[in-house]
């Protein structure tokens, strides 16, 4: 069908979602934009390429119920800044237990 040549990072994020009990992801999926590096077929005749992709919320034959809309943000700013907080928390006491272990070992 086909494979990825760029954009990891992408897959990556599809990875990291959280899915119901179907395998489905709560929030909607949506690739806008793709780019066929390689084409090894000669383009069929009368074949039209759209300029840019269809603009509508849902594709007309998507049957399954309703999720998150996929431009929809999950998070709040308080969620940002308080996970920002836990990794500055989580780094100073890490520097403080590598200060302690060097001071055990003397090297401090």
């Known amino acids: 069908f ?3 040549a760029e954009g990891f990072d992408v897959l990556q994020k599809f990875n990291e979602l959280y899915c119901d009990e179907d395998g489905r992801p709560f ?3 949506r690739i806008k934009h793709t780019a066929v590096l390689d084409d090894p077929f000669p383009d069929p005749t009368g074949l039209i390429i759209p300029p840019n992709s269809p603009d509508y919320e849902i594709p007309p034959e998507e049957i399954v119920k ?3 809309k996929y431009e929809e943000l999950t998070e ?3 969620d940002i ?3 920002i907080e836990l990794d ?3 780094q100073r ?3 403080q237990s590598r200060a302690i272990i060097l001071e055990m070992t003397g090297d401090l």
């Open 88 to 90: 500055a928390s989580i």
């Open 2 to 4: 086909g494979m990825i």
């Open 81 to 83: 800044e308080h996970e």
């Open 93 to 95: 006491k890490e520097a």
């Open 66 to 68: 309703r999720r998150i």
């Open 27 to 29: 929030q909607d999926i």
């Open 76 to 78: 709040t700013k308080e």
